[in-house]
């Protein structure tokens, strides 16, 4: 059987270190891609360009994934910056809104981490926190630095009948890197995983035209350490 080939959208810096040699670099982190593999698909990335490629790109691929990093830019949804030292690309805003917009109209499903979840949600009218640290008083950390990566230190409930609780059963814990979140959810997506200070977790398509998953959490930060974090990706490329 041909492999399902999943697209990864890159990021960029400016200055990737010493190491090499201060390059402005376009990657992506190996967890999508070795995620992608393991689970039998043929990563694609696709580096940040113009809009107007957006339509060949996601023609070549099966599912378009949706990785972590910058804040999406307020401005487009319509709220002046209010976090200090944001860190935002207008580029890669635009290409990827691009992409989201053609993934849909060629009826490609789209699986998005963190910021993407965030970028998605914002592309069909939602709205976000643009920092949630005063959200709730319980003490739930979703910056979880120091913690390492792969360990899951905050509890999700999973809606009934959705893809998240198919694959991640009613409750579980998973790791947590974001000091932003979904505040008005897009009219044609649903929550389908909160944490228990309500902050919304999970996100999926109301819409019979649209194939969406979305985790607020890094599975590509935990494939390699937890069953549950290898399964989403598993379900990436051979069901969504
Ligand atoms: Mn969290």
């Not at 860190?87 to 009826?107: G, N, P, T, W, Y």
């Not at 998240?164 to 409750?171: S, T």
Request: aromatic share 8%; proline share 5%; glycine share 8%.
């Amino acid at each position: 059987m041909r492999r399902p080939i999943i697209g990864i959208a890159a990021n960029e810096i400016e200055d990737a270190g010493a190491r090499l040699y201060h390059l402005p670099i376009s990657y992506t982190p190996c967890g999508y891609i070795k995620a992608v593999q393991n689970a039998g698909g043929l990563p694609l990335v696709l580096p940040v360009g113009s809009p107007d490629l957006a339509k060949d790109y996601i023609k070549q691929i099966d599912k378009l994934i949706l990785a972590g990093g910058q804040n999406v830019s307020p401005g487009l949804y319509g709220e002046p910056i209010q976090v200090e030292e944001a860190s935002l690309s207008e580029d890669r805003d635009r290409f990827e809104l691009a992409l989201i917009k053609e993934a849909i109209a060629q009826k490609k499903p789209i699986f998005a981490v963190c910021r993407g979840l965030q970028l998605v949600n914002v592309a069909l009218g939602g709205s976000l926190y643009q920092n949630i640290s005063h959200f709730s008083d319980m003490n739930i950390a979703h910056m979880q630095v120091p913690v390492s990566r792969e360990i899951p230190t905050h509890q999700i409930h999973t809606e009934d009948k959705s893809i998240l609780r198919e694959i991640y059963g009613k409750k579980t814990a998973v790791n947590s890197f974001h000091f932003q979140a979904v505040k008005e959810l897009a009219e044609k997506l649903k929550v389908t995983a909160f944490s228990e200070d309500g902050i919304i977790e999970g996100v999926e398509s109301n819409d019979p035209s649209i194939v969406f998953l979305g985790v607020q959490w890094h599975p590509d930060f935990a494939y390699d350490h937890l069953e549950q974090e290898m399964a989403v990706f598993h379900y990436v490329v051979k069901k969504l």
